[in-house]
Protein backbone atom coordinates (compact mmCIF):
# COMPACT_ATOMS: atom_id res chain seq x y z
CA UNK A 1 0.00 0.00 0.00
CA UNK A 2 1.33 3.27 -1.05
CA UNK A 3 2.32 5.78 2.29
CA UNK A 4 -0.80 7.92 2.79
CA UNK A 5 1.12 11.01 3.79
CA UNK A 6 1.73 13.87 1.36
CA UNK A 7 4.16 14.99 2.98
CA UNK A 8 6.05 11.76 3.30
CA UNK A 9 5.68 11.02 -0.08
CA UNK A 10 7.52 14.05 -1.43
CA UNK A 11 10.09 14.56 1.02
CA UNK A 12 10.67 10.61 1.63
CA UNK A 13 11.75 10.55 4.78
CA UNK A 14 10.35 8.50 7.62
CA UNK A 15 10.04 11.42 10.39
CA UNK A 16 7.26 13.15 8.24
CA UNK A 17 4.42 10.25 8.14
CA UNK A 18 2.34 9.12 11.05
CA UNK A 19 4.95 6.46 12.09
CA UNK A 20 7.59 8.86 12.45
CA UNK A 21 5.89 11.75 13.90
CA UNK A 22 4.63 9.65 16.83
CA UNK A 23 8.47 8.45 17.26
CA UNK A 24 10.01 11.74 17.36
CA UNK A 25 7.17 12.69 19.84
CA UNK A 26 7.47 10.08 22.06
CA UNK A 27 11.39 10.97 22.47
CA UNK A 28 10.67 14.58 22.83
CA UNK A 29 8.30 13.47 26.10
CA UNK A 30 11.23 11.48 26.75
CA UNK A 31 13.56 14.18 26.67
CA UNK A 32 15.33 12.37 24.12
CA UNK A 33 15.20 15.41 21.64
CA UNK A 34 16.20 18.97 22.54
CA UNK A 35 13.83 21.64 20.80
CA UNK A 36 15.16 23.41 18.00
CA UNK A 37 14.74 25.13 14.75
CA UNK A 38 14.38 22.53 13.01
CA UNK A 39 12.06 20.37 15.10
CA UNK A 40 9.48 23.79 14.97
CA UNK A 41 9.79 23.71 11.16
CA UNK A 42 9.11 19.84 11.65
CA UNK A 43 6.11 20.23 13.61
CA UNK A 44 4.39 22.50 11.11
CA UNK A 45 5.29 20.45 7.96
CA UNK A 46 1.85 18.50 9.13
CA UNK A 47 -0.89 19.54 6.13
CA UNK A 48 -3.26 17.84 9.28
CA UNK A 49 -5.00 16.27 6.66
CA UNK A 50 -5.62 13.18 8.21
CA UNK A 51 -5.05 10.88 5.74
CA UNK A 52 -3.12 8.40 7.92
CA UNK A 53 -5.93 8.68 10.48
CA UNK A 54 -8.09 7.65 7.99
CA UNK A 55 -6.17 4.59 7.24
CA UNK A 56 -4.65 4.20 10.43
CA UNK A 57 -5.40 0.12 11.81
CA UNK A 58 -3.86 0.98 15.38
CA UNK A 59 -6.75 1.24 17.00
CA UNK A 60 -10.36 1.43 16.60
CA UNK A 61 -10.91 5.05 14.89
CA UNK A 62 -7.27 5.39 13.91
CA UNK A 63 -4.71 7.43 16.07
CA UNK A 64 -5.35 11.11 15.46
CA UNK A 65 -2.20 12.13 14.52
CA UNK A 66 -2.90 15.90 13.64
CA UNK A 67 -4.33 16.36 16.95
CA UNK A 68 -0.99 15.35 18.49
CA UNK A 69 0.57 17.69 16.18
CA UNK A 70 -1.54 20.84 17.05
CA UNK A 71 -0.90 20.02 20.66
CA UNK A 72 2.59 20.06 20.10
CA UNK A 73 2.48 23.28 18.53
CA UNK A 74 0.35 24.33 21.40
CA UNK A 75 3.34 23.54 23.64
CA UNK A 76 5.75 25.29 21.19
CA UNK A 77 4.06 28.75 21.44
CA UNK A 78 4.15 28.88 24.80
CA UNK A 79 7.37 28.00 24.96
CA UNK A 80 7.90 30.93 22.66
CA UNK A 81 9.35 28.23 20.06
CA UNK A 82 8.08 29.75 16.95
CA UNK A 83 8.37 30.64 12.88
CA UNK A 84 9.29 33.98 12.33
CA UNK A 85 6.84 34.26 8.78
CA UNK A 86 4.23 33.22 10.98
CA UNK A 87 4.55 36.63 13.00
CA UNK A 88 3.95 38.38 9.69
CA UNK A 89 0.24 36.65 8.69
CA UNK A 90 -0.57 36.60 12.61
CA UNK A 91 -0.15 40.41 12.83
CA UNK A 92 -2.15 40.33 9.12
CA UNK A 93 -4.78 38.76 10.77
CA UNK A 94 -5.01 41.19 13.73
CA UNK A 95 -5.13 44.85 11.41
CA UNK A 96 -6.78 43.63 8.26
CA UNK A 97 -9.23 40.29 9.48
CA UNK A 98 -7.44 38.60 6.55
CA UNK A 99 -3.95 36.36 6.27
CA UNK A 100 -3.02 37.65 3.34
CA UNK A 101 -1.90 41.56 4.33
CA UNK A 102 -5.07 42.56 2.04
CA UNK A 103 -7.00 46.18 3.15
CA UNK A 104 -9.58 45.03 5.56
CA UNK A 105 -12.28 47.79 3.34
CA UNK A 106 -11.55 45.83 -0.01
CA UNK A 107 -13.02 42.55 1.36
CA UNK A 108 -16.06 42.80 -0.62
CA UNK A 109 -14.23 44.66 -3.41
CA UNK A 110 -15.32 41.58 -5.93
CA UNK A 111 -19.19 42.07 -5.67
CA UNK A 112 -18.43 45.45 -7.80
CA UNK A 113 -22.40 46.98 -7.55
CA UNK A 114 -23.70 44.18 -6.74
CA UNK A 115 -25.84 44.52 -3.97
CA UNK A 116 -26.67 42.06 -1.00
CA UNK A 117 -29.63 42.17 1.35
CA UNK A 118 -27.91 43.46 4.88
CA UNK A 119 -31.15 41.75 7.08
CA UNK A 120 -31.73 37.78 7.17
CA UNK A 121 -31.42 35.43 9.72
CA UNK A 122 -29.53 33.25 6.91
CA UNK A 123 -25.60 34.43 6.26
CA UNK A 124 -23.12 33.30 3.62
CA UNK A 125 -20.11 33.64 4.96
CA UNK A 126 -17.31 34.20 2.29
CA UNK A 127 -14.11 33.85 4.24
CA UNK A 128 -10.61 35.02 3.13
CA UNK A 129 -9.68 33.28 0.79
CA UNK A 130 -12.88 33.52 -1.50
CA UNK A 131 -12.83 37.21 -1.04
CA UNK A 132 -9.36 37.45 -1.72
CA UNK A 133 -7.92 35.10 -3.90
CA UNK A 134 -10.93 33.09 -5.56
CA UNK A 135 -13.74 35.69 -5.79
CA UNK A 136 -15.01 33.49 -8.76
CA UNK A 137 -15.98 30.81 -6.36
CA UNK A 138 -17.81 33.32 -4.01
CA UNK A 139 -19.96 34.63 -6.97
CA UNK A 140 -21.09 31.53 -8.09
CA UNK A 141 -22.16 30.97 -4.55
CA UNK A 142 -24.20 34.10 -4.39
CA UNK A 143 -25.50 33.09 -7.95
CA UNK A 144 -26.89 30.03 -7.29
CA UNK A 145 -28.57 31.05 -4.11
CA UNK A 146 -29.76 33.97 -6.11
CA UNK A 147 -31.00 31.84 -8.55
CA UNK A 148 -32.69 29.46 -6.04
CA UNK A 149 -34.48 32.31 -4.49
CA UNK A 150 -33.00 31.67 -1.07
CA UNK A 151 -33.12 34.67 0.85
CA UNK A 152 -29.76 35.79 2.45
CA UNK A 153 -27.23 38.01 3.41
CA UNK A 154 -23.44 39.03 3.83
CA UNK A 155 -21.63 40.07 6.99
CA UNK A 156 -20.44 43.36 6.26
CA UNK A 157 -17.80 43.30 9.26
CA UNK A 158 -16.81 39.86 8.17
CA UNK A 159 -13.86 38.80 9.74
CA UNK A 160 -11.18 36.17 9.30
CA UNK A 161 -12.52 32.52 10.78
CA UNK A 162 -8.95 31.69 12.69
CA UNK A 163 -8.08 28.93 11.14
CA UNK A 164 -4.64 29.48 10.82
CA UNK A 165 -4.81 30.55 14.08
CA UNK A 166 -5.52 27.07 15.28
CA UNK A 167 -3.17 25.18 13.14
CA UNK A 168 -0.64 27.41 14.10
CA UNK A 169 -0.87 26.54 17.96
CA UNK A 170 -2.64 29.88 18.83
CA UNK A 171 -4.81 29.20 21.15
CA UNK A 172 -5.39 32.20 23.04
CA UNK A 173 -5.86 34.45 20.02
CA UNK A 174 -7.83 31.64 18.65
CA UNK A 175 -9.70 31.70 21.27
CA UNK A 176 -10.94 35.18 21.59
CA UNK A 177 -11.78 35.34 17.64
CA UNK A 178 -14.05 32.63 17.83
CA UNK A 179 -15.75 33.92 20.57
CA UNK A 180 -15.51 37.07 18.80
CA UNK A 181 -17.41 35.59 15.70
CA UNK A 182 -20.09 34.09 17.51
CA UNK A 183 -20.70 36.79 19.35
CA UNK A 184 -21.35 38.84 16.36
CA UNK A 185 -23.97 36.15 15.22
CA UNK A 186 -25.81 36.28 18.14
CA UNK A 187 -25.74 40.37 18.11
CA UNK A 188 -27.46 39.94 14.44
CA UNK A 189 -30.06 37.25 15.51
CA UNK A 190 -28.55 34.81 13.07
CA UNK A 191 -30.25 31.61 12.53
CA UNK A 192 -28.14 29.63 9.79
CA UNK A 193 -24.49 30.01 8.40
CA UNK A 194 -23.62 28.51 4.96
CA UNK A 195 -19.95 28.60 3.93
CA UNK A 196 -18.40 27.96 0.84
CA UNK A 197 -15.18 27.49 2.02
CA UNK A 198 -14.34 24.09 3.34
CA UNK A 199 -11.59 25.08 5.88
CA UNK A 200 -13.97 27.98 7.40
CA UNK A 201 -16.78 25.28 7.58
CA UNK A 202 -14.59 23.03 9.36
CA UNK A 203 -13.29 25.68 11.73
CA UNK A 204 -16.79 27.02 12.73
CA UNK A 205 -18.61 23.36 12.69
CA UNK A 206 -15.69 21.34 14.21
CA UNK A 207 -12.75 24.20 15.92
CA UNK A 208 -15.95 26.40 17.56
CA UNK A 209 -17.58 23.77 19.18
CA UNK A 210 -16.82 23.54 22.71
CA UNK A 211 -16.76 27.69 22.80
CA UNK A 212 -20.02 27.75 20.82
CA UNK A 213 -23.54 27.44 23.40
CA UNK A 214 -25.77 28.85 20.34
CA UNK A 215 -27.87 26.97 18.14
CA UNK A 216 -26.94 28.69 15.09
CA UNK A 217 -26.71 25.85 12.66
CA UNK A 218 -23.42 26.10 10.26
CA UNK A 219 -23.50 24.35 6.82
CA UNK A 220 -21.13 23.67 3.47
CA UNK A 221 -22.71 25.04 0.54
CA UNK A 222 -23.15 21.48 -0.75
CA UNK A 223 -25.24 20.09 2.23
CA UNK A 224 -27.47 23.27 2.46
CA UNK A 225 -28.30 22.73 -1.28
CA UNK A 226 -28.87 18.87 -0.40
CA UNK A 227 -31.12 19.83 2.29
CA UNK A 228 -32.86 22.63 0.01
CA UNK A 229 -33.46 21.24 -3.02
CA UNK A 230 -35.12 17.59 -0.95
CA UNK A 231 -37.79 20.42 -0.01
CA UNK A 232 -37.97 22.76 -3.04
CA UNK A 233 -37.85 20.98 -6.46
CA UNK A 234 -35.79 22.87 -8.92
CA UNK A 235 -34.58 21.88 -12.33
CA UNK A 236 -31.01 22.58 -13.68
CA UNK A 237 -30.25 22.81 -17.15
CA UNK A 238 -26.19 22.95 -18.39
CA UNK A 239 -25.94 24.51 -21.16
CA UNK A 240 -22.81 21.84 -21.70
CA UNK A 241 -20.82 18.63 -20.18
CA UNK A 242 -18.58 19.62 -17.57
CA UNK A 243 -16.16 17.65 -15.12
CA UNK A 244 -16.62 18.92 -12.09
CA UNK A 245 -14.04 18.38 -8.80
CA UNK A 246 -16.09 18.14 -5.31
CA UNK A 247 -13.60 19.50 -2.25
CA UNK A 248 -14.85 17.28 0.45
CA UNK A 249 -15.28 19.57 3.64
Known amino acids: MDNPCPVKTVLGFEAYDARGRILVLKNLLNNKLKIDGSIVKWAYSCTGCASCSETC ?78 PDIALASIQLLENLGVEFSLLQDEMCCGSILKRYGREKEFKALAESNIKKLMDKKVKKVIFPCAG ?15 TIQFYHLTEFLDQYLKDNSHGFKMPKHVKITFHDP
Do not use: W
Not at 73 to 86: A, M, P, S, T
Not at 105 to 116: A, G, H, M, Q, W
Not at 200 to 214: F, I, P, S, V
Open 57 to 134: LAIEGGINTPLLMESLRIDLVRQGKVLEKHEKILLSIKENANPYEEPVESRFDFLKEKKIARDSDTVLYIGCTLAYRQ
Open 200 to 214: CYRTYKKDYAELNNT
